[in-house]
Every structure is written in C-alpha cells, then in structure tokens.
C-alpha cells in the first residue's frame, strides 16, 4: 500500500457532520431491517442483498462527494442508494416492482438507477460495473470537467480479471476514479483468504501505480476522513485512489444464504465493533447526544419508513403491455 | 468515386471526428500503429491523443468504459481487434450496453459505436476466423449492423452515432483491400432497411457482409443459365427488415439465405423461420441455407474454403430451389 496523499485535510468533523452520518447510518439499516419483513411476506421478491454492518462506509465516503459525481455500485446497493440520496420512495417502490420505482420496477433490489443523481447501479455482474466507472471518469476529462466517479464493489470482485484491467488503465489514463473496494471479508461463502493468495488488496492496487491505502471501514469518520483525502488526491490531478474499507457484513449473503461458512465467534468479534453503536457511544461520551436524541432520530426514520412503504403499497404495478419499452430509445 | 473498403472506413472516421466533438475512438494499436487494419492511419497525428486512445489488451476494460463514456454523453467508437476477441468485452456488451437502458426503467441512453472485423479467408485459423454476427444480433438491446459495400462502409459510421442505442458494426476482413464506389460525406445509409442489391425475378438470396459478394457472383453464373436471382443486402441484422425480404420473397417464391456463420440457431436460420412465419403461402420450394461447414475454421487453405459458403453452393442452392 502506499501512503495515504499528504495535505491538509479538515480534522474530526464537526458535531453536525457526525450526528448526520450517525443518522444515515441508521437510515440504512432500519430500512434494511424493515425490507427483511418486507421479505418474509413477500411483498419483496428476488434477492435480497443486505449491507447491515458495511453502513460506515456509504455513510462516510459519499458524505464526502458532490451532487455532480458520478457513483457506480453493486448488487449490495440500497445503502449506497440512500446515502447517494435517492429518495426512500423511488427506493421502496423499485424493491415493489412498482411503476415509482427508481428503475420502472424493471430492476428490483439488485438495479437501482437514478441518473439524475449520477447514480449507475445496481451492477449484478461481479465487477461489471468498474469498466463503465472508467468511461464515466474519462467523459470528464474529455470535457474538463472537475468530477470524480466513485465505483464501489467488494473483495471478490478484486479477483475479477475485470479489476485488473480497470485498474491498469485508469491509473495509466490517470482517470478520476475512487476504487472503493468494501472488503467484507467474504466473496459469499468463500473467505478472504480462501479467494485471494495474497490478502493485503490495498498493498496489491497499489501495484498498479495508484495511492492506496487501508482503511478501517467499521468506522463512519475515519471512512469520512479517507474518502477526504482521496477526493481532494484525485481533484487535484493525482489520478485515481484506491481505498481497502475493511468491514463486515452481519447476516448472509443475501436471504438466500444459510451462512454455514463463518464462525459464531468471529461474527460476534465484528458486531462488537458495530458502527453505529461505536459512533453512538463517542457522540454520547462527547455528550453530543443523548437517547432521547436517538430515540427521536430514530423515531423520525420510522417515520420516513412507513411513509415509503404505504407510498409504494399504493403505486401501480408498470402494466404489462409496456414490457417492451425501454429496449430501445423510443423514436418519435 | 472510387476507393478502397478501408479508405471508406477512414473517411467515415474523419468525418466522425470533424462533425462532432464529442466523438472520439479507442482500441487496441488505433493510434500510433495506426490500427491493426490501417483503418486509423494518421488520425493520431491530425486528432491527437486525447480522441485517438490506444488501450491495453483489455477489452473488457476499454468497451465498459467506452460504455460509461457514452451514458456521460461523449459518442465514443470503439474498435475490437476481431470479433473472437470481442467475446472477452461480451460481458460489457450484454450485461450491460443492451441492458441498462431496460434496466433502468429507460434513465440511460449508450450511445456507443463498437466497430469489429470479423470472418475468415486469410488462413489465420479458428481464432482468428470466426463470424459472430449471429450471437450479436441474438441481443435486444443492441442495433447490430453489417457493411457489405464500400458505401456502406462509408455511410454506416455517421448514422450509429446518431442512434442513442449501442450500435455493433461488423467489417468483413476479406473486403478492407477490395474497391467500389464510395457515396461522398453527404450520403448516409438507411440503417433501417435492407438493400436490394441485385433485382431478380426467379429465387430471392439474402446474404450480409462478405456473403453479399459471393451472393453477387452466384447470381451473375446463375443469369448465364437464365436464372434470374434477387440478391438482398441485410445491411442491420437487429432489428431485422423482415418485411423486405417478405416482400421479395411473395414475387420469386424462392428463398436461398447465404450466412458466413453457422447455420444452426443462426442469422439463416432466422431468416428461415421469419419467411415461414410471414410468407409460408407465397413458397414454392423448401427454404435452402448455404453457411459456413458446422466447424471451427481449419488452417489449411483447402480446409478453409471448403467450410465457407462459395459461390458455387449458392448456384447449387438457387438451382434446386428454382428446379
Ligand atoms: C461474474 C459473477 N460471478 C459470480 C456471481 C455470483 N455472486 C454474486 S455475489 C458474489 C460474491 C461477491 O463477493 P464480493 O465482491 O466480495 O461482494 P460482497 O457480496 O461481499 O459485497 C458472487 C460470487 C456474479 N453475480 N457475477
């Protein structure tokens, strides 16, 4: 790996910036936990990916880009969804398959769009989505454009040729690109260092000739503080970053997944670092908040829940004899 | 004017560059080698490195970001060595040029040019042969094209651009050397409809890229027996122009499909089933496929050509249907 970029990067963020990401976290999981009911009464279909445990990281890297960055995400995408964004709605109404949805109920869980917000998917292909991330970044520089396009995807997609490829060229093409690469510790049932010879993916990325470092991705501010740095590297013409979010998926792979693979033990280890209690705990020590504080935010978000729910329940299913639109672009 | 398939393609490329800004071209040696093919010779020196990007070996990589590219609004062309290589980017181009318009509830448009050699008759062997038109057109999602014509080649390039769909362009290795009439700058082709390149009355043959010639050719030794073939140039292979050949076929009652892939669960065999479907009635023989031997493409030169569709099957072919 190589040294994080050096300059000045603002210090701890201030008590606004770390109840919001407190509060997104929050949001990501209460949502998920809800779309698990959702799921049981199968009012949600298809696969279901969460991203319980991993909140830090979408809460704190794309707290730290701008409206007219470009994201590209992976089939674990409601919380880089929400984090991006995208209202819960459009969100809630695409896990329906309703009409509202953010992808016309042709994309479900796994293909939230929203172009408006720069937002590309939704990529159920392992790495399918880093080479479109390169084309993004590349229509920036061709238009002198000062944005940044930010692909995530995981630490079996490391292992894709596909990485290796992206990799190369946009550290060849010097391409304003943040790899952020969400290492769960599992490529599903495999472990880390059951998929990869050599386990240290920011010491390999770095091979490339990119800087690349690890990050502690359990940890909403540090991921904040990273992502800083790396945007301000890549704005400022030092070609694309890659950061390692080490961090840990609390349920299975998908609901599918009976996760025979990991250990009690080490799940436990992981939840004990939970970001959200973490976070929660130092803003309460720097009495920041409190539980009513808590209770209230959360109670909010319930709110917004039940609101995206009824919203969907109610938005009509996109009719059947559309099926064949959006194939191609309609002529007039 | 006359010029060369290769020169027509160049042009093509100029005018590209000249008309719009936004567009720019990428692959494997199209810069300073000049393209494997001499397509791109001297567009480096007279658009610079920022519009004419040589990549690595990875098409995977340069065809998804063209993919990016074009969803960011830039027209970018992408050129595959080959259409065997093609199947290492095939990733990309289904999952995600001809999906994500559809799976984003119609957010995205690619407007993406991917342009690719394709077929065989250079004894360079199965991996570097293959005509994989049919695996591309099998795709919706995707407007695939084939140019046949030194024309075509010409006045396909500024049309996909125009399209907001991802465009695959075939160019048969066999014609970059051979010769015929250019349009000029101002002429585009119809990349809706099929082209009736020779008309006839007796059997219609509907070929597509390098099969056009050997269709052609068919037809001339056919009319010195007084046969009278209607050759159909396919032109866009998806969507297909079913109801030219239709059309064609309710006049000469005969159809003879001439494919350099393979025929099963091909281009021909498409073809078949769609006259089936809309002209059964108008038949007056059983449909004849001539196609390339159910092989990969051997080296040796005997092998090869015996495995292509020749001109002469396509005369056996026409003669039994006309019999
Ligand atoms: C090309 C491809 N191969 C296999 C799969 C099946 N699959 C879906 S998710 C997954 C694991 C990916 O792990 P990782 O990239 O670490 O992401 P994570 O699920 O941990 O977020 C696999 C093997 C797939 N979707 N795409």
Redesign the pocket.
């Known amino acids: 790996m190589t040294e994080s970029p050096a300059g000045a990067v603002p210090g701890r963020t201030d008590p606004g910036r770390r109840i919001e990401l407190l509060r997104q976290m929050m949001r990501i999981r209460r949502f998920e936990e809800r779309c698990i009911q959702l799921y049981s009464t199968e009012k949600i279909r298809g696969f279901l990916?969460l991203y319980i445990g991993?909140e830090a990281v979408a809460a704190g890297l794309l707290s730290e880009i701008d409206a007219q960055d470009a994201v590209v995400s992976?089939?674990?995408d409601h919380g880089h969804a929400l984090a991006r964004g995208i209202p819960m709605t459009a969100l809630m109404a695409e896990m329906f398959g309703r009409s509202t949805g953010c992808s016309g109920g042709r994309g479900g869980s796994m293909h939230l769009f929203d172009a408006q917000r720069r937002f590309y998917g939704g990529n159920?292909?392992?790495?399918?989505g880093l080479p479109p991330a390169l084309g993004l970044a590349l229509a920036d520089v061709l238009t002198d454009t000062p944005h940044i396009t930010v692909c995530l995807?995981?630490?079996?997609?490391?292992?894709?040729g596909e990485f290796h490829e992206c990799a190369n060229l946009a550290a060849l093409w010097h391409l304003p690109v943040l790899f952020a690469c969400?290492?769960?510790?599992?490529?599903?049932g495999?472990a880390l260092r059951r998929?990869h010879a050599a386990t240290d993916l920011a010491l390999r990325a770095a091979g490339y000739g990119m800087a690349s470092w690890p990050v502690d991705g359990m940890d909403a501010e540090a991921v904040a503080e990273a992502a800083r740095r790396a945007v301000q590297s890549i704005r400022g013409g030092g070609g694309p970053c890659f950061l390692e979010f080490r961090t840990y998926?609390f349920r299975a792979?998908?609901l599918y997944d009976a996760d025979r693979y990991r250990d009690k033990a080490e799940i436990e280890q992981w939840k004990a670092r939970d970001p959200i209690e973490r976070l929660y705990g130092q803003l309460r020590n720097a009495e920041i908040i409190d539980d009513r504080g808590y209770a209230e935010i959360e109670t909010a978000i319930d709110a917004e829940i039940d609101a995206a729910i009824v919203e969907a329940e109610a938005a009509p299913l996109e009719p059947v004899a559309d099926l064949t639109r959006h194939v191609y672009a309609e002529r007039q | 004017m006359t010029t060369t398939y290769r020169q027509a393609l160049t042009d093509a490329l100029r005018e590209a560059l000249d008309r719009d800004e936004r567009v720019f071209l990428m692959g494997e040696d199209v810069g300073a080698y000049g393209g494997c093919f001499g397509v791109s010779r001297g567009l480096l020196d007279d658009y610079g490195p920022r519009r004419i990007r040589d990549t690595p070996l990875s098409e995977s990589a340069f065809v998804g970001a063209g993919i990016g590219a074009a969803i960011a609004g830039r027209r970018p062309i992408v050129e595959i060595m080959t259409g065997n290589f093609s199947l290492l980017a095939l990733?990309q181009i289904l999952n995600n040029a001809a999906t994500l318009r559809h799976m984003s509830g119609g957010q995205l448009d690619v407007p993406l040019v991917i342009r690719m050699a394709t077929g065989a008759g250079r004894q360079l062997a199965a991996q570097h042969s293959h005509s994989l038109e049919s695996f591309y057109a099998h795709l919706p999602g995707l407007r695939v094209l084939s140019a046949a014509t030194v024309a075509d080649a010409r006045g396909m390039l500024w049309p996909a651009l125009q399209d907001p769909d991802p465009v695959v362009i075939f160019e048969p290795i066999a014609l970059y050397n051979s010769s015929g009439e250019s349009r000029g700058p101002d002429t585009v082709t119809d990349i809706d409809t099929a082209e009736v390149a020779r008309p006839g009355n007796d059997a219609t043959v509907v070929a597509y890229g390098g099969t056009l010639h050997t269709a052609l050719a068919a037809a001339e030794q056919l009319a010195e027996t007084g046969v009278d073939a209607e050759v159909i140039d396919l032109r866009t292979l998806r969507p297909l122009d079913t109801a030219t050949i239709v059309e064609s076929v309710s006049r000469t009652h005969r159809l003879v499909t001439v494919d350099e892939g393979w025929g099963r669960v091909g281009i021909a065999a498409e073809i078949a089933a769609a006259t089936a479907e809309h002209a059964y009635y108008d038949l007056d023989a059983p449909i004849r496929r001539v196609c390339t031997a159910e092989v990969p493409i051997p080296y040796a030169r005997q092998l090869e050509e015996a495995a292509l569709p020749s001109a002469g099957a396509v005369v056996v072919a026409v003669q039994e249907v006309v019999s």
């Open positions: 990916h991993e992976t089939y674990r159920a292909i392992v790495a399918g995807f995981g630490d079996g997609a490391f292992a894709e969400e290492n769960n510790q599992y490529a599903m495999t998929e998926r792979h998908s | 990733d």
